[in-house]
T-cell receptor, first 116, second 113 residues
Framework: EAGVTQSPTHLIKTRGQQATLRCSPISGHTSVYWYQQALGLGLQFLLWYDEGEERNRGNFPPRFSGRQFPNYSSELNVNALELEDSALYLC???????????????FGPGTRLTVL | KQEVTQIPAALSVPEGENLVLNCSFTDSAIYNLQWFRQDPGKGLTSLLLIQSSQREQTSGRLNASLDKSSGRSTLYIAASQPGDSATYLCAPRAYFGNEKLTFGTGTRLTIIP
């Protein structure tokens, strides 16, 4: 079974540009999560999508946005890039939240975004 | 707001030793707690998930315990190996319907051959 995949592996942009990151969840998973891991700040929750809708959002400005497509894949868009947006962006997926306390999030390898 | 602390921040031990990593969290109203490992520059690999109703979970040489009332979890690694070198993260999950994981600061583990 294929795991969570992310593209691109690396992305280099300049300040002010826009970045688009992509994530494909494990087959059968309907929920996709985005996390940011910036140097020295640890992993922080960005966004949660389920069944095409945004369900929860972390403490990030509106220039961080995304969407989930009918096939449950997802895009994360970061507009007006700033230097501090440089980070590893991790995507995770899980099966439909059914109230099972065994629900596990499975992570992809990440996209390394560098803003110059 | 959930805050998660992991102690120690870094640990180096000789191969073969048993070791304990600690995780504490401020909000005990959690749904479950996961332990992950992260290799440098890579994604996360789930190691163990403990449900809120459980006290322990084991997988091979790994054993995780959970004391929800005191806001603590420990990860015990038996007979450590150089391949165990990685950063270990704990992540309690909030109540059902809020699927957000809150991550600890991590423990960077180095096993010396």
């Amino acid at each position: 079974e294929a795991g969570v995949t992310q593209s691109p592996t690396h992305l280099i942009k300049t300040r002010g540009q826009q970045a688009t990151l992509r994530c494909s969840p494990i087959s059968g998973h309907t929920s996709v999560y985005w996390y940011q891991q910036a140097l020295g700040l640890g992993l922080q929750f960005l966004l949660w999508y389920d069944e095409g809708e945004e369900r929860n959002r972390g403490n990030f400005p509106p220039r961080f946005s995304g969407r989930q497509f009918p096939n449950y894949s997802s895009e994360l868009n970061v507009n007006a890039l700033e230097l501090e947006d440089s980070a590893l962006y991790l995507c995770a997926s899980s099966s439909p939240p059914l109230g099972q306390s065994t629900d596990t999030q499975y992570f992809g390898p990440g996209t390394r975004l560098t803003v110059l | 707001k959930q805050e998660v602390t992991q102690i120690p921040a870094a640990l180096s031990v000789p191969e073969g030793e048993n070791l304990v990593l600690n995780c504490s969290f401020t909000d005990s109203a959690i749904y479950n707690l996961q332990w992950f490992r992260q290799d440098p520059g890579k994604g996360l690999t789930s190691l163990l998930l403990i449900q809120s109703s459980q006290r322990e979970q084991t997988s091979g040489r790994l054993n995780a315990s959970l004391d929800k009332s005191s806001g603590r979890s420990t990860l015990y690694i038996a007979a450590s190996q150089p391949g165990d070198s990685a950063t270990y993260l704990c992540a309690p999950r909030a109540y059902f319907g809020n699927e957000k994981l809150t991550f600890g600061t991590g423990t960077r583990l180095t096993i010396i051959p």
